[in-house]
Every structure is written in structure tokens, then in C-alpha cells.
């Protein structure tokens, strides 16, 4: 009898190997379950008065932030601001003011308004300026998991602002929520 068992339980491996296989082979696209979660990288904080992104660097040397505008517009545009930042060596974290003035390290890369896509499925990518109350906006700087899936992004308005004292930042819970953490503790755990 154990012999019985014994292969069976190679076949049923041997069934696993072969589909695994044939997974691999098929492409990347069913890859998915095995790939890494997508990852925020940004929370948001106020330092000196001003809506920054602190974004843990864990070990990268570049990183995007991208601030846009959320759905509740007059116009259909979608308004965006964005920065590529070049990071030193061995950099924890980064601020980086939302909507500042290009600087040192700082490639600005939404500083004119295009137009995307053919008509009639075209939209006027516009740069956002200002952040204003009564609007809804969303800090981004994550890597893409999977197939392209995105980790939660911080959503935030400007009385949000308010609530976020020194040494805390704002950081995404799921995609409905965000929650005030220490900034320590946010970078921690992203590059933990």
C-alpha cells in the first residue's frame, strides 16, 4: 500500500510541475498570482505649511509623485502635477512639496497641457496649479503589481490637511480609506 501512495502523490507533483510549466510558458499574464503586490510608496504630510509627499525611497534611486485633481471638475481635463525626483545614495525618504518649483534632482513632467488619445475618446491632460477647497485629489507614487494593479492611493481634501500634525503623514489604508500615522512608522513599514 505504500507504494500505492507514494505514486500517487508523484503523479499528483508531476501534474503540478506540468501545469506550472504550462503556465510559464504561456506568458507572463498568468504569472500574476506569483508576482509582488503593488506597493504606495507616498503618504502625505504638511511641512512648513505645505502639502508634501513623503515618499520612502527603500532603496531606489528615482521615484515619481504625481498629485491630480479628482472627478468633481466643471471641465472634463484631467489635471495633474508631476515630478520624476533623483535620489542620493542611501536616502530613507524624500519630501516632496506638492505643486513646488522644479529643483535640483527634480525633473517636472506635467508642465504643458496635450491632448491623449484619438477623438472622439480624446481628454485634455491639463497641469494642476493649486489645491483648493472643496475639491478631492490623490497623491501617487507607487510601483505597479501584477497585470498592472495599483496599491491604494492617498485621497485627501483640504481640510485633510488639518488633521496631519508635525512627524505624522496621512497614508493610505485600502482604496476607500486613509488614516494619520507617524512618518517613521509609515517609511518603516514600506521598506521593512
Known amino acids: 500500500m505504500p507504494i500505492a501512495e507514494d505514486s500517487t502523490m508523484t503523479r ?3 501534474v503540478a510541475v ?3 510549466m504550462a503556465m ?18 507616498a503618504a502625505l504630510a504638511v511641512i512648513d505649511g505645505r502639502p508634501t509627499a513623503v515618499v520612502a525611497a527603500c532603496g531606489r534611486s528615482t521615484v515619481d509623485v504625481k ?5 468633481n471638475t466643471m471641465d ?4 495633474v502635477w508631476s515630478v520624476t525626483v ?13 505643486l513646488g518649483a522644479e529643483r535640483p534632482g527634480w525633473k517636472i513632467t506635467s508642465s504643458q497641457e496635450e491632448v491623449v488619445g484619438a477623438s472622439p475618446y480624446s481628454f485634455k491632460v491639463v497641469p494642476l496649479t493649486s489645491i483648493e477647497p472643496g475639491h478631492h485629489y490623490t497623491l501617487d507614487s507607487s510601483d505597479g503589481g501584477p497585470e498592472g494593479s495599483s ?14 500634525g508635525p512627524g505624522q503623514v496621512l497614508s493610505a489604508v485600502d482604496y476607500d480609506r486613509s488614516k494619520v500615522v507617524s512618518r517613521d512608522s509609515f517609511v518603516n513599514d514600506r521598506c521593512g
Not at 498629485?67 to 472627478?71: A, S
Not at 491604494?152 to 496631519?164: M, N
Open 12 to 14: 499528483s507533483l508531476a
Open 18 to 20: 506540468a501545469v506550472l
Open 24 to 41: 510559464i510558458s504561456t506568458g507572463a499574464c498568468y504569472l500574476a498570482p506569483f508576482g509582488p503586490d503593488p506597493v504606495q510608496y
Open 67 to 71: 498629485v491630480y485633481l479628482g472627478g
Open 76 to 79: 472634463d481635463d484631467f489635471h
Open 86 to 98: 533623483t535620489l542620493p545614495d542611501q536616502t530613507q525618504d524624500v519630501e516632496v512639496e506638492l
Open 151 to 164: 496599491a491604494p492611493a492617498v485621497s485627501f481634501t483640504t481640510e485633510d490637511l488639518t488633521k496631519i
